[in-house]
């Protein structure tokens, strides 16, 4: 029952909370009460069984210890008038694009853009501060501090999840992409834990950029996010084997690449590129679709992925760019060439506990011939991270070497 609660929960808490902020306001409150449903749930679930309507239940449950909570506060009185408090009776069905609005509402401008980011992922995405920090490659006490600062922020700016309207899309959608691509990327590639996908956040991600494109669907950059975010799920089943360790790109069998999600990514991204600016969203996905459509891995166009890297460190320069194109240069102009790029990454505060730059300097180490140095950053970068199969494949990658 365990895992199948979580499964729930993951699930159902950004429905859950939608729902709550929708009607009541006071995200902060709301957020204390859907944890305590879970909490309700885990001593109920197992003995009564799960619910015909899990999600009516957290909702009602949750309604009903943010009320009491409201209520005995007398300092918010005037709050509980306004907001026209009351447990609700039936089954609480909240609309089906709840997620959607309060990543909206996270998106908030009187925040700044690391902390939309950060609260939206823990709101919709469920995602932990430890998860959260990883991503930003901050420490966890940092983020813990963002994600407190941008609650009493919003609570402060009077931000209701009703006020969110279709006039706030333009002025939002930024940073709700870069929210969908984190959440996704999160799925996609956990940071932490037993397994080395989760596919729960990858289809959540998908599904809200689904919804956000058909609200804005002149926006070329939200069709780009949608079709790198397909073009990379479509080859989910081959990154693991039955072991659930990790399988390297070069080695995937290419005939359990999803060729349905490739071909809606590949369409999306070709109806978008000639109707505006070109932007970081959509240099991914044309990457991806360039990886997609080899096939084999030596078929792949590495000078065209190496040209589209150059545009996208144009378009959005940072350090993880820069790592990512090291590799389409090792593959056009030798494994010295990437190593130059990355060692000066070595330095950067940025990567300094991010394991994949130690993994990617390994492989190019390893195809340079310095095997010493190769096993050296291998065991490194298994050290720095925090996900098992990754970890598993990096020893194994260090021992091969080492044989």
Same mark, same amino acid.
């Given at each position: ?14 429905h859950? +909370? ?5 009607r009541y306001?006071h995200?902060?409150a ?7 449903? @879970?909490?309700a ?11 015909a309507?899990?999600?009516g239940?957290l ?9 009491d909570a409201?209520?005995s ?15 609700p ?10 997620s959607l609005?309060v ?11 690391a902390?939309?980011? !950060? +609260? ?16 930003f490659?901050?420490?966890? !006490? ?18 209701r ?19 969908l691509?984190l ?12 397994? +080395?996908?989760?596919?729960s ?8 950029a ?5 609200? @804005?669907?002149s926006?070329?950059e ?6 790198l975010m ?11 084997d039955g ?12 005939s359990r ?6 071909a ?27 990886h997609d ?6 078929? $792949?166009?590495w ?10 460190? !144009?378009?959005a ?14 593959? $056009? ?5 990437g190593?130059a790029? +990355?060692d000066?990454l ?7 506990r991010a394991?994949?730059l130690h !993994? ?6 390893e ?13 490194e970068?298994?050290? @720095? ?18 044989e």
């Amino acid at each position: 029952m365990d895992g199948e609660l979580e499964d729930v929960w993951r699930r159902e808490s950004p429905h859950v +909370l939608g729902a709550l902020v929708r009607r009541y306001g006071h995200f902060d409150a709301c957020e204390d009460a859907v944890q305590e449903a @879970l909490l309700a749930a885990a001593v109920h679930w197992p003995r009564e069984g799960l619910p015909a309507n899990p999600r009516g239940w957290l909702i009602r449950a949750a309604s009903r210890r943010l009320v009491d909570a409201l209520r005995s506060d007398r300092a918010r009185i005037d709050r509980e008038s306004d907001a026209g408090l009351h447990v609700p009776t039936g089954a609480a069905v909240p609309g089906s694009d709840d997620s959607l609005h309060v990543l909206l509402l996270c998106c908030h401008p009187s925040l700044a853009p690391a902390s939309q980011v !950060a +609260l939206t992922l823990r709101a919709v995405g469920g995602l932990t501060t430890e998860q959260i920090a990883a991503a930003f490659l901050v420490p966890v !006490a940092t983020m813990g501090q963002r994600i407190s600062r941008a609650k009493a922020r919003l609570s402060a700016a009077g931000a209701r999840l009703g006020d969110v309207t279709a006039a706030d899309l333009p002025e939002r959608v930024g940073a709700a992409r870069q929210v969908l691509y984190l959440i996704f990327n999160e799925g996609y590639a956990a940071s932490g834990g037993a397994d +080395l996908v989760d596919v729960s956040l990858t289809a959540e991600a998908i599904r809200l950029a689904r919804e956000l494109r058909r609200r @804005l669907p002149s926006d070329t950059e939200t069709a780009g996010l949608l079709a790198l975010m397909l073009l990379t799920e479509a080859r989910r089943a081959a990154r693991t084997d039955g072991r659930g360790d990790l399988v390297p790109l070069a080695d995937q069998d290419r005939s359990r690449w999803d060729r349905a999600l490739v071909a809606e990514g590949v369409a999306l991204l070709e109806a978008a590129l000639p109707s505006g600016p070109v932007g970081p969203f959509q240099l991914q996905a044309a990457i991806a679709a360039v990886h997609d459509e080899a096939g084999a891995y030596a078929d $792949t166009d590495w000078l065209q992925i190496a040209e589209l890297y150059r545009m996208l460190q !144009a378009a959005a320069p940072g350090p993880v760019v820069t790592m990512n194109r090291a590799v389409a240069v090792a593959m $056009t102009e030798g494994p010295d060439a990437g190593l130059a790029m +990355l060692d000066p990454l070595l330095r950067e505060p940025a990567l300094e506990r991010a394991h994949r730059l130690h !993994a990617v300097r390994a492989h190019l180490l390893e195809r340079a011939g310095r095997l010493p140095e190769a096993r050296d950053a291998f065991h490194e970068a298994a050290r @720095l991270a925090t996900s098992t199969p990754e970890q598993r494949y990096l020893l194994k990658k260090a021992a091969t070497i080492a044989e």
